[in-house]
């Protein structure tokens, strides 16, 4: 197992990545979709008068933050598939490593997202272990920071990824 | 018309209990979850991507769903004031169709800090049978009166 850290994988801590917007603007229909998944009744998201009043209209559950930035899975002339979270499959690539599971997930809310945003994000690699065997497999954890802001920006959210990419252990 | 707060601080105690909530999972609940939240990996809609690739016995709920289903337990229990500052989990285990998932709370502390915002930190796990398949700390601002609003905070009165 490797106890190090690739230098080219050093090379990318602390640095902000992937600076994008939303490819769509924050909408209801996910966020009814969404509340239907899990069966939230909060009337903040189904009536209006309810979220005019606590919330200055209507809002999108929080949890939801990471949702505007999934991208479409086809999308007219794009050629390569484009992937959420792209710091995350950039080290299972550069580290050879195959399977990834997160394992760990911290937000932290700031201004409500509304119907009509246009989000911004960046992605920073905060931290990449040394190789582990875990009941899994083989492989590294790693730390991911995600930051968004809307178009205003103002900052909505800070959620904190803990990735761990491996290889599976033949029998 | 005016909507009255479901809870407030002061009704919320060290140690306080929040009712379960027990739901049956389905290939549809998973399925409805990852789409819901635009996860189009397979490990959450192709059975025999799941088990040859992931080494999991079927597809299992992703980690945004998970965070949806665990902001909706909380504020069922605060209520529409009941406001999301900063939420934790850890995945130990996944969750199937076929499981009964459980979420279960306890109120862990209670406080207003310097700008005069409630908050109570709670521990939530979902849990199928007695193994723990995510355990979950979760910050949330409740009114600290009749007339208090958290969603009503902006800048440096806000503290998540």
Known sequence: MSTTVPA??????????????????????????????????????????????????????????????????????????????????????????????????????????????????????????????????????WVIDVEYRNQHGDLVAVESYTGFGYRRDLP | MSHAPALVLGSVAEGDVLPVLAYPVTATTVVLGALASRDWRPMHHDKDFAVERNGTRDIFLNTPNQAAWFERYVTDWTGPHGRLGRVTFRMKGSVFPGDTMELHGTVEDVGVDDVGCGWVQLAVTLRVGDEEKTTCAMRVAVPVDENDNPWRRRGDQWRP
């Open chain 1, 8 to 141: 080219e994988i050093a090379a990318r801590l602390d640095v902000p990545q992937y600076e994008e917007e939303g490819e769509f603007p924050v909408e209801r229909g996910y966020v009814w979709t969404t509340c239907a998944s899990v069966e939230n009744g909060n009337p903040l998201f189904w009536d209006d008068e309810v979220a005019e009043e606590l919330t200055g209209g209507p809002i999108a559950p929080p949890t939801m933050v990471s949702v505007w930035f999934r991208p479409h899975h086809w999308a007219p002339g794009r050629t390569a598939e484009r992937l959420p979270l792209q710091v995350h499959f950039d080290l299972k690539e550069a580290l050879g490593l195959p399977e990834a599971v997160m394992t760990e997930n911290t937000i932290v809310f700031h201004e409500p997202v509304r119907p009509g945003d246009r989000l911004r994000t960046h992605q920073v690699l905060r931290s990449v272990s040394d190789e582990k065997a875990t009941k899994l497999g083989t492989g590294r954890f």
